[in-house]
């Protein structure tokens, strides 16, 4: 069946069970001894202790089969044991449930559900918490039918134990009520006894009970069915209150179940639909926390719901900027990511970019370029960034104020940069050397080695539109003084890869090779480098290429109108 659970939970609950079956074996070696013990003992001399002994030794028999047989008399046993008061005996039921629910491979009986309810209803918390892992797994492997669960009246002890404090407990009932939820015909169940009685609880003014109830809430949103139930019966309203409780946990599960609620598209109508930018405000403050995982998770959150306009237009109004330049300066890749996509999302409206390059967005970008903790990702996205600011606001002095064109410049040097963040970075480059001034200041201010990594990715071939972007930054360099000096020493590999650009199929790599040879040629150190009759050779077969196609497009050029053509 297909699990409800994502990739991390999904993964986290095999862990836990491969660890279980490790301990059992052990367990389980030492539980046989202990039923015979206990069976031979003479305190079950009377007839209600000589009938739990014989229940233990049939429980002990069920313990040795390969394959679990249920049949009436060991009904009856599981039954008795299960509803003692004793904890110890409950203990042992448990385990026998948890353990064929590693080993069952078929539907277990209804009747052999019945003692699971009076293991939940058990006064000892080890038993609540190993019977509720036990329905984890038979819900999981379909070894249970979900309404029968519900018509067991299971649902409100699972509920009960999101208040035990214990995580594991709580884990194991809230994925069982998400599994429960899965299915339609449990919808009303779910909505009375589960979902309803949980936002109440969030209500609460204790705070123990509000972090139970927000945790189990965001548990929830992890399951697609059950998500569109919390939707149903009202949960928005109540998470985006609860980002505004005093607990900083309560924030953090308040604003992850919102994320998880506004991934899915369907339900952003509702979230947007809260009136007056309560939802915008509610975690624009919470972007500005102490706490920097509240931070970066209502960043999350905005950075989804800014795809709509709208959104954007409250986030400029509300002085968004601020606290995300803050997010931009922590020390967490994750939360500068989140900063950054947000920051991608706005300025790539143009009637943003105004704003965001007068708040001081480029100086933090600059800074960020030159932080050696930067990674790929981090770079790509703030290399969108400066071009789509650049592009919308021709600031020339906000760019030359900040440390953008070094940070560029510095990042090329970096051995662990992907190929297209590489891409990304050169693209940038050539977009702000289209400026006079820019230019000027980029092409006195590049290093030996910086020119050199240029040459390099120009001609390397893994590539082709690194290679293309590359070789488009040289070609901006004046190509005179101080740019022309440093790239004398290399004119073997430029000679090679515009060898290389001149064979491609491609126009604008031959019209880029082509443009410049026209440069380079009124060095004179560059004809005496570059002896190169190939080089020549490619030249005079793109000429041969050029001409014949002039030719060709002379041969359909449609003739001239007639001159005094009467009109019909």
Known sequence: MASDFCESCSRLLRDLAERLRRVWGEFEYKLKGSFREIAQCTCFGNAPERRTAQDLSSLQRMHDDEIPVFNQRRLQALCRLAASQNADLQMTVAIYY??????????????????????????????QKTTSFTLVNLLANDNVCKESVIEMGMLVPLLELFQSGDPSAQCHSCACVAMLASSESNRDAILVD???????????????????????????????WSTRLLCQAGAIPVLVLLLQSSSSEVQFYSCTALCNIAADQEHRPKLLSIGGHYLSKSLLTLLSSSVQKNSAQACRC????????????????????????????????????????????????PANCDILVSEGVLREIGQLL????????????????????????????????????????RVLLSPSLSDE????????????????????????????????????????????????????????????????????????????????????????FQQLGIATMV???????????????????????????????????????????????SSP
């Not at 590693?102 to 939940?120: G, K, T």
């Not at 990702?377 to 070094?406: G, N, R, Y």
């Not at 963040?421 to 290093?447: E, N, P, Q």
């Not at 050029?546 to 497009?553: D, F, I, K, M």
Request: some cysteine; hydrophobic content about 40%; glycine content about 4%.
């Open 98 to 127: 948890l353990h064929i629910s590693h080993h069952l491979n078929s539907p277990l009986p209804d009747a052999f559900i019945e003692p699971i309810m009076a293991l939940l209803l058990s006064p000892d918390p080890d038993v």
């Open 194 to 224: 589960g979902i309803i009685p949980l936002l109440a609880l969030a209500k609460s003014y204790d705070p123990a009970e509000q972090q139970n109830a927000a945790w189990a809430l965001l548990y929830l949103t992890q399951s697609d």
């Open 302 to 349: 905005l950075q989804i719901l800014s795809k709509n306009v709208w959104v954007q237009e409250q986030l400029m109004e509300l002085n968004c900027v601020s606290p995300l330049k803050a997010l931009l300066r922590s020390l967490n890749a994750a939360w500068i990511k989140s900063a950054l996509t947000l920051l991608c999302t706005l300025s790539a409206q």
């Open 370 to 409: 030159h932080h050696p903790r930067s990674n790929s990702a981090l770079i790509s996205q703030s290399c969108q960034i400066i071009t789509d600011l650049c592009s919308a606001c021709m600031d020339e002095q906000a760019v030359t104020e900040s440390l953008c064109l070094s940070g560029l410049l």
């Open 421 to 508: 963040t590489l891409v990304h970075v050169t693209l940038c480059l050539h977009h702000l050397m289209t400026w006079d001034g820019l230019r000027a200041k980029l092409s006195g201010s590049v290093t030996p080695e910086q020119v050199w990594r240029l040459v390099e990715l120009s001609g390397q071939t893994r590539s082709s539109q690194l290679s293309y972007s590359s070789a488009a930054v040289i070609h901006m360099f004046g190509l005179t003084g101080d740019s022309l000096h440093l790239l004398r020493p290399h004119y073997g590999a430029v000679s090679k890869y515009l060898l290389l650009f001149l064979r491609r199929k491609e126009v604008k």
């Open 519 to 565: 440069k380079l040629r009124n060095d004179g150190d560059f004809l005496t480098a570059v002896t190169n009759a190939e080089l020549e050779a490619e030249l005079c077969n793109v000429h041969a290429q050029t001409e014949e196609t002039r030719q060709l497009l002379r041969r359909i050029q449609p003739p001239p109108p007639a001159s005094g053509s």
